[in-house]
């Protein structure tokens, strides 16, 4: 015990007074206040730019169909009935199509009557029949109602964005298109169905046609490459700098340069994605794979400092106690150390990841923001991905587009739930307490 | 670290190029202004033809001459489009790589100033446009920095309303063209603008205290800017215009209105032509280019009813389109 000097004038009073100790709790509860009203205000935000999103995006997941009348001519699709795919896929479904649309509006002639009339159905509905009758042989030869999708026009004026009451002028749609709209309506000929196309096909310049699974395609290939470089490739090198490097210039100096790499722009990465492996090693343009090796180099120092932060929380006495029953440096950290470090170390991968899932940057460099149509079949075929889709979208003329671009955004924000899920559900796996 | 990644993924990316096989994928790059059409083609091409689609990359014209000029090999890019004429700086380099080209002259682009339907009606010449948005103006035989705030300041004939556009950047090739365009022919026709050094590349320049607002490459957010805001103007294609009739109009220029048979006429005076280049070693070995450059410059793609059209392209005049077509598929190599 310290005998503290009896000098009246440094010892202070504490101030009991019902005033200072209201105000205290003023105090107190204020900031508690400050917290909650914080909280608040980024939810709304969070709230506005959802709420955005989904109003603006969740009409492009039903798309405006009708139906047509066609009659699958035995002598125009398959004149020798042998069914062979080869002679199925030549025939001409644009003019079967034209035909059953004249059937259905006998009374339109002249060809900029009928030019216009054929805009009102989507320009890949040739591609659709043929699809349909490969799929279906025994049909040919009857008369079949089909579900066709009509132009991205037409989806917009049912949906309500391109407006009926501006002067014919002013507008994409016709009055004659709205005339014979409401016409195919009244007959109960239009209905409007779930969007399938834009979760099954690639891009499209024709907004109904296009789709996002060749950018979702892409966006796996292209994270499945930078998980499987960065994870490895970061866990050991935090594994070695925290519980086996000799702690000295050199490897300060890799620590200091580590963390400076994590703050580069991606930009860089992606210029030096292009002068290394596209240039140097002569890997092909537009590549998930080389998408991939861009992202990883950007992602592995994110891994590397949280894989290094979550080893530093593992207790020392885990480490000690391991030794101390006759364990190897080398058993005491995969037995031990490193499941007890994995939770932390799989948080920041995931960050890492995340942050790979949104770039689109390093991947101008290296040729991904690209018009792909044809999905990705493999590591170094032509991809894009999810975030270059929203781009490319976004700065489309055609009205259609406009919802399309939320719409994919809504699946990219899915996309990264699902990661983040998986995270979680990983953790929960190897959470230990202690 | 770095090296230790590099090797690494160096070591497994070499067996893979190894493994890869010969590109059978046409490879078009450039403008971001002929994307849209050279999309469009590439997409009919794939569906309608025995090739793969092409990949059709958006990295702005500069960006794809340089690619398109780097050399001869699978690895290079076999076309590039341009919203400008190809420059002798990078023919020459394309020379020097050994590398022919074809060019193709595909159609024009207008470069519109538009406001939405409620704001006031705009009738400018480009000399009225020059002395709204340049830097620096003559008066009384001096340059001052531009002292115009409102429309009517320029001409009592104009709206009473404070100048406010919203344009492109200047990595932009939009922006490009409509400095070199507008601003220089608003330039050339000033009295007393060429004695005080006002010509070419000096009548480029735009203000940049506040009146012109640089509003990203984005064209469809300075559509929803002018929505929002019907005193303010923007630059950008032809084609969002169009699309966007219902909400939008076009000022006139020298009295001629952003209308699609003035542009393609040539009588609106804010237009550029577009072009694709090919490279002629890749013929024959990249397959289907021929065929691409066929169908790019039939007329179901690039007449006046074609699909291009529908896209916002604006066609040649008949004879021009005939004979270029014909250049275009004899792949008549390109002289400077």
């Known amino acids: 015990m310290t005998d503290f000097p009896a000098d009246r004038s440094i010892t202070r009073k504490p101030d009991f007074s019902d005033a200072h100790l209201r105000r205290r709790y003023r105090a107190e509860a204020r900031f508690r206040m400050y917290g909650i009203a914080a909280i608040?205000?980024?939810?709304?935000?969070?709230?506005?730019?959802?709420?955005?999103?989904?109003?603006?995006?969740?009409?492009?997941?039903?798309?405006?169909?009708?139906?047509?009348?066609?009659?699958?001519?035995?002598?125009?699709?398959?004149?020798?009935?042998?069914?062979?795919?080869?002679?199925?896929?030549k025939a001409n479904y644009r003019k079967i199509v034209r035909d059953a649309m004249r059937a259905q509006f006998p009374d339109v002639s002249g060809r900029r009557n009928q030019r216009s009339l054929f805009k009102i159905i989507s320009s890949g509905s040739d591609f659709d029949l043929r699809q349909f009758v490969e799929a279906n042989t025994e049909l040919i030869g009857t008369t079949q109602t089909i579900w066709f999708k009509t132009s991205a026009d037409i989806d917009q004026l049912a949906k309500g964005a391109i407006p009926r009451d501006v002067p014919e002028g002013d507008r994409r749609v016709k009055d004659a298109q709205i005339g014979w709209f409401d016409t195919l309506d009244e007959d109960g000929r239009i209905r409007r169905s779930f969007n399938t196309t834009f979760f099954t096909s690639g891009d499209s310049r024709e907004p109904e046609q296009a789709g996002v699974w060749g950018a979702v395609v892409g966006t796996a290939l292209t994270l499945a490459v930078t998980l499987v470089l960065s994870f490895p490739i970061g866990v050991m090198a935090a594994v070695y700098l925290e519980e086996f490097a000799p702690k000295n210039r050199w490897t300060d100096l890799i620590e200091v340069n580590i963390n400076n790499l994590a703050a580069v722009p991606s930009i860089v990465f992606g210029l030096l994605g292009l002068a290394v492996f596209l240039n140097f090693f002569g890997l092909p343009r537009s590549a998930p794979l080389v998408g991939g090796l861009v992202l990883a180099l950007m992602t592995l120092p994110t891994v590397i400092i949280a894989g290094r932060a979550a080893l530093q929380s593992v207790p020392r006495s885990i480490r000690e106690a391991a030794l101390g029953v006759g364990a190897s440096p080398l058993q005491t950290v995969s037995h031990h150390v490193l499941p007890l470090a994995m939770p932390g170390i799989l948080t920041g991968t995931i960050i890492g990841m995340a942050r790979a899932l949104g770039e689109t940057a390093p991947l101008l460099m290296i040729g991904m923001v690209a018009f792909i149509v044809d999905i990705p079949r493999g590591f170094t075929d032509a991809a894009t991905v999810l975030p270059v889709q929203v781009f490319l979208w976004a700065d489309a003329p055609e009205r259609a587009f406009v919802e399309r671009t939320s719409a994919a955004i809504i699946v990219l924000l899915a996309f990264l739930i699902i990661m983040n899920l998986a995270a979680v559900l990983l953790r929960r796996k190897f959470e230990r307490r202690w | 670290m770095k090296i230790k990644t590099l090797t690494l993924a160096a070591a497994l990316t070499v067996g893979i190029a190894g493994a890869a096989e010969a590109r059978d994928q046409i490879r078009i790059v450039g403008s971001s202004t002929v994307f849209p059409f050279s999309t469009a083609v590439a997409e009919q091409f794939g569906k309608t033809s025995s090739f793969s689609t092409p990949v059709v990359e958006s990295t702005g014209t500069g960006g794809g001459m340089k690619l398109f000029c780097a050399g001869v090999g699978e690895n290079h890019p076999d076309m590039t489009n341009a919203s400008r004429r190809m420059k002798k700086s990078e023919f020459e380099a394309c020379t020097k790589n050994g590398i022919d080209i074809t060019e193709v002259q595909v159609g024009f682009d207008g470069i519109v100033i538009a406001n939405a339907k409620g704001g006031a009606d705009l009738d400018l010449s480009l000399e009225q446009l020059f002395l709204a948005l340049a830097k620096d103006i003559p008066r009384d035989g001096k340059l001052i920095a531009n002292p115009y705030r409102m429309w009517s300041d320029i001409d009592p004939t104009l709206p009473k309303q404070k100048i406010e556009v919203l344009g492109p950047p200047p990595t932009s090739g939009t922006r490009d063209a409509f400095v070199e365009i507008a601003m220089e022919g608003g330039c050339k026709t000033l009295p007393g603008a060429a004695?005080?050094?006002?010509?070419?590349?000096?009548?480029?320049?735009?203000?940049?205290?506040?009146?012109?607002?640089?509003?990203?490459?984005?064209?469809?957010?300075?559509?929803?800017?002018?929505?929002?805001?019907?005193?303010?103007?923007?630059?950008?294609?032809?084609?969002?215009?169009?699309?966007?009739?219902?909400?939008?109009?076009?000022?006139?220029?020298?009295?001629?209105?952003?209308?699609?048979?003035?542009?393609?006429?040539?009588?609106?005076?804010v237009s550029r032509s577009l072009f694709f280049y090919v490279k002629q070693q890749h013929v024959g070995v990249i397959p289907g280019i021929k065929e691409f450059v066929f169908e790019f410059t039939s007329e179901n793609a690039w007449g006046p009813d074609g699909y291009l059209i529908d896209k916002g392209l604006i066609p040649l005049p008949d004879a021009d389109r005939a004979a270029m077509g014909k250049q275009a598929q004899g792949l008549q190599p390109l002289a400077m």
């Open chain 1, 40 to 89: 608040f205000a980024a939810l709304a935000m969070l709230a506005v730019l959802l709420g955005s999103i989904v109003s603006t995006g969740s009409s492009a997941f039903t798309q405006t169909e009708m139906a047509l009348d066609i009659h699958l001519d035995a002598a125009l699709i398959d004149p020798d009935g042998t069914r062979d795919p080869a002679i199925l896929a």
């Open chain 2, 195 to 269: 004695e005080l050094g006002l010509k070419k590349k000096a009548c480029h320049a735009v203000r940049e205290d506040g009146v012109f607002i640089e509003a990203g490459e984005n064209d469809n957010l300075i559509v929803q800017k002018l929505e929002a805001n019907p005193a303010a103007y923007g630059i950008f294609g032809f084609s969002f215009l169009d699309q966007n009739a219902d909400k939008l109009k076009g000022a006139s220029v020298n009295g001629t209105e952003p209308e699609f048979e003035a542009i393609a006429a040539g009588d609106y005076p």
